[in-house]
């Protein structure tokens, strides 16, 4: 790899775990930006490209460095919400995917590509939080109460977040590709 990419990836990696501490209260769960810079990743870098810094996050946090909201660690996959760590990773591939199909995406492109990543990382979240909370924490919380906790209450944000990315990369991405930086290699 060219050490210009290598650069934008690390580069990447720390916006994310930036976003993982970056945290705005709510009534349920805080509002962390860890969305918006794996979605921007994704779109900015490419969708493989952008999938690879999401799994460097991730490996990061598995191996132990306290990257993730409450710490790091292998046992990590342990914890419910494992799961949207993983939709990350695959919803940075998919808005990289549909956001570069095309030389020169339109804000309604790059809206439907955050919106796509917004809907894997809560499928994968959602699932992966109800099957830990039944299979491995025997809680009994019904599957309503994890749609309403987990989906209904937090996803608002999650929303703005994903029009701030849309906003951002209509805006800069033609800057960037003019450039020559080497974007959605």
Do not use: W
Not at 107 to 132: D, H, K, P, Q
Request: hydrophobic content about 55%; aromatic content about 12%.
């Amino acid at each position: 790899m060219k050490t210009r990419k290598l650069v934008h990836m690390a580069l990447f990696i720390a916006l994310i775990t930036v976003g993982a501490f970056l945290k705005v209260p709510t009534p349920v769960c805080p509002l962390t930006f860890q969305l918006l810079f794996c979605t921007l990743a994704g779109i900015v870098l490419g969708g493989g490209t952008g999938a690879i810094c999401v799994c460097g996050y991730i490996a990061l946090g598995l191996m132990g460095v306290p990257v993730f909201t409450a710490g790091g660690g292998i046992s990590y996959v342990l914890q419910p919400t494992f799961g949207y760590l993983i939709g990350f990773a695959i919803g940075a591939f998919a808005a990289g995917k549909i956001a570069n199909s095309v030389k020169s995406p339109s804000f309604a492109r790059l809206l439907t590509a955050n919106f796509v990543s917004l809907a894997i990382a809560y499928i994968f979240g959602v699932a992966y939080y109800a099957a830990i909370c039944g299979l491995y924490l025997h809680n009994g919380m019904e599957l309503f109460t994890i749609v309403k906790y987990c989906f209904l209450m937090p996803v608002i944000g999650d929303i703005f977040e994903c029009i701030v990315s849309a906003v951002f990369c209509k805006r800069v991405l033609p800057i960037l590709k003019g450039a020559s930086y080497g974007v959605a290699a």
